[in-house]
């Protein structure tokens, strides 16, 4: 069963641009979370999405991104018109539907977003 | 003030130490907790999970929750230089929604 996948691994931008990250949950999940952290910071949550459907984006900021997860096809985080503080790494999580104590997030590896 | 403090660390122990992780909070609605292991320029990887109070142990971690003080902590025992990593503490609410994180404990364990 392979893990949350996320891609690109790398991504760079000039002010201005867009950036598109891409996250494909593990197989059987429909919950995918998405995460930001700052160099010497800890993670922090910017979107919850099931499928179709946004469930809680209090952590997203309220211009530039958005997030959405299709019925087919990988969750996209976009940011559009990049400044140098959107520069860091971007972390995708999934779980499997909420049904028992057991279930929790299982992170990607990141996208680490540089700005120039 | 932060909802999640950890200590900030950095910490540096020998090989075989035992090593105590700790996180405080200030949401007493946090029911979930968990403790993440993140290798430099990975993603964070789940090392223990627990709900409400009480203490879980898998192997060498054992993992502490006092609700009543608000504190967590993740206890690593025979410390070995392949558990050098940042350990992040983190809690939720819920069992399906956001996770409030911690800044996280850089360890350094050494040979």
């Known amino acids: 069963n392979a893990g949350v996948m996320q891609n690109p691994r790398h991504l760079v931008r000039r002010r201005g641009q867009e950036a598109r990250l891409r996250c494909s949950p593990m197989?059987?999940?429909?919950?995918v979370y998405w995460y930001r952290q700052l160099p010497e910071e800890g993670l922090k949550f910017m979107v919850y999405?099931?499928?179709?459907?946004?469930?809680?984006e209090s952590g997203m900021p309220k211009e530039r991104f958005s997030a959405e997860f299709p019925k087919e096809g990988p969750s996209i985080l976009r940011i559009q018109q990049v400044v140098r503080g959107d520069s860091a790494a971007y972390f995708c999580a999934s779980s499997p539907q909420a049904t028992g104590l057991q279930e929790t997030q299982y992170f990607g590896p990141g996208t680490r977003l540089l700005v120039l | 003030q932060k909802e999640v403090e950890q200590d900030p660390g950095p910490l540096s122990v020998p090989e075989g130490a035992i090593v105590s992780l700790n996180c405080t909070y200030s949401n007493s609605a946090f029911q979930y907790f968990m403790w993440y292991r993140q290798y430099s320029r990975k993603g964070p990887e789940l090392l223990m999970y627990?709900?409400?109070?009480g203490n879980k142990e898998d192997g060498r971690f054992t993992a502490q929750v006092d609700k009543s003080s608000k504190y967590i902590s993740l206890f690593i025992r025979d410390s070995q230089p392949s558990d050098s990593a940042t350990y992040l503490c983190?809690?939720?609410?819920?069992?399906?929604?956001?996770?409030?994180f911690g800044d996280g404990t850089t360890l350094t364990v050494k040979p």
């Open positions: 983190a809690m939720s609410v819920n069992n399906a929604g956001k996770s409030t």
């Open positions: 627990t709900y409400s109070s």
């Open positions: 197989k059987g999940h429909s919950h």
């Open positions: 999405l099931q499928k179709e459907n946004i469930i809680d």
